[in-house]
């Protein structure tokens, strides 16, 4: 028997905990998948599976085969797939969901760039701070910075981001550079209106993230005004480099407080399955991973530094 399907069919009966369930999802019958399992077991020399009639369960040796296998098939599928990809033009509509600022700032240079490559895709953007239903919202995929909770979403890491202070030089030559976190209580602190939690700042000291309380006279629901505020010399803000390292690096804004910035946040690209990825999610993705590396270009000015 061919040992790869036979690999296949046991993943499948190990994550499903089913050999019933494994058939119907493979197309093959209950027999079939239980004679896939025996010759693997036989050609391995090892019992991978405990069963009884009412009970299904893994093995050592099977806990530790299932993570080994698990790798080589999704290697093998990319590589299938990425072979099929050479074949096929990416073409249709793709749905994507991005935080404002991002799909501003960022998503809209690179789509125009993915455009010109890829003429036959059409894509629409919804710009929202939150982390979507994608299958629920007709979405292909979602692009979200922080650390994601949710497991049952396929995450491809396409950077990260830092969180920096910044201010306009005008402020800062009025009010002064803060030298220490706590100097903060003396400036105005330009933060979200979310939440109470948003007046509280991030900062990493002596190797612990720490939290500084805040306060000032603007608040705002989205990032685009506090930005805007601190360029026009209104008090100091807090956000990622992907909203301010462009001004960094033209000059209107300066960073302050960099060797206690807390820690970076990731980037993802997110979407619902792995299997059978569209060429239009998959070209896409991949292109802006490559635009994004190794350093993303709103980074560029802390090599500089």
Same mark, same amino acid.
């Given at each position: 028997m061919d040992r790869l399907t036979s690999m296949k069919v046991f993943? %499948?009966?190990a994550r499903l905990g089913s050999f019933s369930a494994a058939a119907e999802e493979l197309g093959i019958s209950k027999a079939m998948a239980s004679k896939h399992l025996n010759h693997l077991e036989n050609s391995l020399g090892i019992r991978l599976l405990n069963r009884t009639t009412r009970h299904l369960s893994l093995t050592e040796v099977g806990m530790a085969y299932r993570e080994r296998i698990n790798s080589i098939l999704v290697d093998i599928e990319d590589t299938e797939l990425a072979v099929t990809r050479l074949h096929s033009e990416p073409r249709g %509509? =793709? +749905?994507i969901m991005a935080p404002p600022s991002f799909?501003?700032?960022h998503l809209a240079r690179t789509i125009t760039a993915y455009k010109d490559?890829?003429?036959n895709v059409m894509i629409e953007m919804i710009l929202a701070d939150r982390t979507p239903d =994608?299958?629920?919202e007709g979405l292909d995929m979602a692009i979200h910075v922080g650390e994601m909770n949710d497991t049952s979403l396929i995450a491809r890491k396409l950077t990260s981001t830092r969180r920096v202070v910044c201010g306009s030089p005008k402020y800062l030559q009025l009010k002064g550079i803060p030298e220490v976190p706590a100097d903060l209580k003396n400036h105005n602190c330009l933060t979200f209106s979310h939440h109470s939690s948003f007046t509280?700042?991030?900062f990493k000291i002596n190797g612990t993230e720490t939290t500084v309380h805040t306060t000032g006279n603007l608040k705002s629901n989205v990032a685009d005004p506090l930005r805007i505020a601190a360029i026009e010399g209104c008090g100091l803000v807090q956000l990622p480099t992907y909203m301010l390292g462009l001004d960094i690096q033209s000059g209107q804004l300066r960073p302050v407080l960099e060797k206690y910035e807390p820690v970076? =946040?990731?980037i993802y690209a997110i979407y619902a399955? +792995?299997?059978h990825l569209s060429t239009k999610l998959r070209t896409f993705v991949d292109f802006i991973y490559e635009l994004f590396q190794p350093t993303p270009y709103w980074d560029e000015w802390i090599s500089g530094n």
């Amino acid at each position: 028997m061919d040992r790869l399907t036979s690999m296949k069919v046991f993943a %499948t009966v190990a994550r499903l905990g089913s050999f019933s369930a494994a058939a119907e999802e493979l197309g093959i019958s209950k027999a079939m998948a239980s004679k896939h399992l025996n010759h693997l077991e036989n050609s391995l020399g090892i019992r991978l599976l405990n069963r009884t009639t009412r009970h299904l369960s893994l093995t050592e040796v099977g806990m530790a085969y299932r993570e080994r296998i698990n790798s080589i098939l999704v290697d093998i599928e990319d590589t299938e797939l990425a072979v099929t990809r050479l074949h096929s033009e990416p073409r249709g %509509t =793709l +749905r994507i969901m991005a935080p404002p600022s991002f799909g501003s700032f960022h998503l809209a240079r690179t789509i125009t760039a993915y455009k010109d490559k890829y003429p036959n895709v059409m894509i629409e953007m919804i710009l929202a701070d939150r982390t979507p239903d =994608l299958i629920e919202e007709g979405l292909d995929m979602a692009i979200h910075v922080g650390e994601m909770n949710d497991t049952s979403l396929i995450a491809r890491k396409l950077t990260s981001t830092r969180r920096v202070v910044c201010g306009s030089p005008k402020y800062l030559q009025l009010k002064g550079i803060p030298e220490v976190p706590a100097d903060l209580k003396n400036h105005n602190c330009l933060t979200f209106s979310h939440h109470s939690s948003f007046t509280e700042w991030k900062f990493k000291i002596n190797g612990t993230e720490t939290t500084v309380h805040t306060t000032g006279n603007l608040k705002s629901n989205v990032a685009d005004p506090l930005r805007i505020a601190a360029i026009e010399g209104c008090g100091l803000v807090q956000l990622p480099t992907y909203m301010l390292g462009l001004d960094i690096q033209s000059g209107q804004l300066r960073p302050v407080l960099e060797k206690y910035e807390p820690v970076e =946040l990731p980037i993802y690209a997110i979407y619902a399955h +792995r299997k059978h990825l569209s060429t239009k999610l998959r070209t896409f993705v991949d292109f802006i991973y490559e635009l994004f590396q190794p350093t993303p270009y709103w980074d560029e000015w802390i090599s500089g530094n």
